[in-house]
Each structure stands twice: as C-alpha cells, then as structure tokens.
C-alpha cells in the first residue's frame, strides 16, 4: 500500500518538498494509518508533521480515550501532538445543525484555526475511497448538480487527501500487517446518522445484489464527471468575459448551452447578478 500512496501522492502533487503538514488524527483506523504512513514518507518528500486531535465533546469517557492514544502514538513516533476540545453539542443547539455536521465544521475550523497559527502549508485528512463513494451516493440521494457528483476532491485550498485511492480494507490490512492498533468510534454504527446507513446497509445491499466493486464504480463515473465538470467551468469563464458586463447577463447568453450558462450564473454573483430581459 506503501507504494500505491507514494505514486498518489506523486501523481497529484500533493506535496511539496520541504511543507509543514498539519494531520487531523482521531486515532480510527484511517487516520491512523495516515500518521503511519506519512511518517513513513516524510523523509522521502522532506515534510515537516503536527498532529491535531479534535475533542468534540460528544463520547465522553470514550473521547478521552482516544485523544490519550493519539497522543501516544505521536510520542512513539515523535511527532509534535496539539489536543482541541470543541463542545459540539452546544454548537448543534445554537446553530441548529445536526451533531455530524456542526461537528465537521467545527473540526475543519480548529484545523484552518493551527494551521495559520503555525504557518502549515497543507492540511491532511485521511478520507479513503469508500468514504468517496458514499459521499458520491449520499450527494445524489439528498439531490445535488454535477460538481455534487464528482466526489471528494484530491486538493481543496489547504485541505489534501493522500489515501483517497485507497480502501478501507486496504487500510485495514496495512494496519493489521504492522501490528498497529487503533480507536473503534461507538458513532460509526449508529444508523441515526445518514451517513452510517449508506455505509453499513444501502452500499452492503448493492454489493451483495448487483456489483461487488460498485465503490470502485462510483467513483470511476465521479472522476469522468469531475473531467466533464472541470471542462463545463472552463467554458463558462471564457463566457463569462463575453456576456456578463457589469454583473449583468445579456441577453444573447441565452442561446448557450443549458450546462454552461447554469454553471455561468453559478460562478457569478448571485446577490449582484441580474438578466436584461
């Protein structure tokens, strides 16, 4: 699996030689194999690690648990560690979030929050390939347009994602071929939430009934589209130039394609843009 990261890594120019690497570790399976394995790598691509654990404030005694482990494992492997405690269920009240989704916010800000404080160059999460496909599927099901449908990306801002070729059986072989121990999160069998259903038995159900690989699937379709996709927003910039003046849309955008003159609307200013009818 070693080998199959570091050409990822290579082939999407994931780092440069000599980044400062901010890990959001939570001490499961995937980002523990992500410290492993940049740990690994760092030598080979000059990184400079910092882990950062996030405390939601959600499992309690549980919680602690595996904030004490990361630590440990940062420890073991020298590499500076930061703890964060966000009360997560407060912020779900005051904003009317869900707990998944205030949680993901609130944990993607307190790493934006260290990474400017200590000058990171990138931000690595340890998404894989099945998260992939069922953030494909649960994008779909709640309705969503192209760029909905070409998955997670590689490279977002700081944000990047070294083991997203990878699977969770991968990880998981890796893991136990090491010797390596990891954190169970009580969460990720509750069915309450949305994702844990795609998960555990709408993706099981497909596998079992129509196709075996149908992450691999999904995923291959996702990066046909995110090229369709890339290609549509392309055009829509070179029409941009010609047909919105003043954040006005003239009249003559309407003989575009559908495709580009709705990603032309989108890469505009909604609050500003107006059509001359």
């Known amino acids: 699996m070693m080998n199959k990261v570091e050409k990822f890594i290579t082939d999407n120019e ?8 901010l890990l959001g570790v939570s001490g499961g399976a995937d980002s523990t194999c992500l410290l492993y394995v940049l740990n690994d790598l760092k030598e080979k691509f000059d990184l400079k690690l910092l882990v950062v654990h996030v405390n939601h404030g959600i499992r ?3 919680a602690d648990r595996d904030a004490m482990h990361v630590k440990k ?10 703890l964060k405690e966000i009360d997560v269920p407060s912020i779900s009240k005051e904003t009317g979030k869900s707990e998944e989704e205030a949680g993901r916010d609130a944990r993607y800000a307190a790493f934006f929050e260290i990474a400017k404080e200590i000058n990171a160059d990138k931000i690595a999460v340890a998404h894989n390939l099945n998260d992939n496909s069922e953030t494909i599927l649960f994008n779909l099901f709640r309705g969503t347009g192209i760029k909905g449908l070409t998955g997670i990306p590689v490279k977002r801002e700081k944000i ?10 991968e990880i998981e072989e890796y893991l136990k071929t090491k010797g390596i121990e990891y954190q169970n999160d009580s969460t990720n069998s509750d069915t309450e939430y949305s994702r844990n259903k795609l998960r555990l038995d709408v993706i ?13 699937n999904i995923v291959n379709a996702a990066n046909n589209l995110s090229e369709i996709y890339e290609y549509i927003d392309s ?27 709705l990603s032309l609307i989108h890469i505009s200013e909604p609050t500003r843009l107006r059509c001359i009818s």
């Open 60 to 62: 309690g005694e549980e």
């Open 160 to 169: 990047v994602r070294p083991l997203l070729c990878c699977t969770r059986k």
């Open 235 to 261: 055009q829509a910039e070179v029409a941009y130039k010609e047909y919105v003046i003043h954040d006005i849309i003239i009249n003559d955008a309407e003989k575009l394609p559908t495709a580009i003159l």
């Open 73 to 82: 494992m940062c420890k073991k492997l020298n590499v500076p560690f930061r």
């Open 14 to 21: 994931i780092f440069k030689h000599g980044d400062s690497v």
């Open 204 to 216: 099981p159900y497909i596998k079992k009934n129509i196709n075996e690989k149908v992450e691999y």
